[in-house]
């Protein structure tokens, strides 16, 4: 049995697979997903798995050197944004941050390798994550 945190063979097999500066897009149940997008579905229930969790989990894998988040964030959900951001402090990683509008977002997400979608239903809790390397 796998000993690291993450035990979703899929999601563990796309962070594997993915190289250096490519994306992938972490994000609430509301978010459209593009057709020809592949979609992780991870979602049971409101609120599970929650989106800072899943993201916890993800970090115990991946290197990430760049996240997008919408700017929106700020005035609709400024708690997930700074809980996020602490999550990186914790794993030892200090991404570029980049903020876009939620529309270029939308659009940004069709050049994910991957979207993840999680059971939670508060506003704006979506990302991209951009692989990093880890030498």
């Known amino acids: ?3 690291n945190r993450l035990l979703n063979s899929e999601l563990s097999y796309e962070i594997g697979r993915i190289g250096h500066t490519a994306a992938i897009t972490l994000c609430d149940a509301g978010l459209p997903i593009p057709a020809g997008v592949k979609r992780i579905d991870l979602a049971i229930e409101s609120g599970y798995p929650s989106f800072l969790r899943t993201l916890d ?3 115990s894998e991946m290197m990430v050197e760049e996240i997008v988040v ?3 964030i700020h ?4 708690t997930i944004f700074d809980q996020m951001i602490q999550q990186f402090n914790n794993q030892s990683m200090s991404p570029k941050v980049t903020e876009v509008d939620h529309e270029e977002f939308k659009s ?3 050049e994910s390798e991957v979207i993840v979608r999680t059971g939670e239903c508060t ?4 990302v991209i994550l951009k692989s990093g390397v880890v030498f």
């Open 1 to 3: 049995m796998k000993r």
């Open 57 to 59: 989990a993800m970090l």
């Open 70 to 72: 919408a700017t929106e």
């Open 75 to 78: 005035d609709h959900n400024q």
């Open 108 to 110: 940004m997400t069709r």
């Open 123 to 126: 506003p704006y809790a979506n």
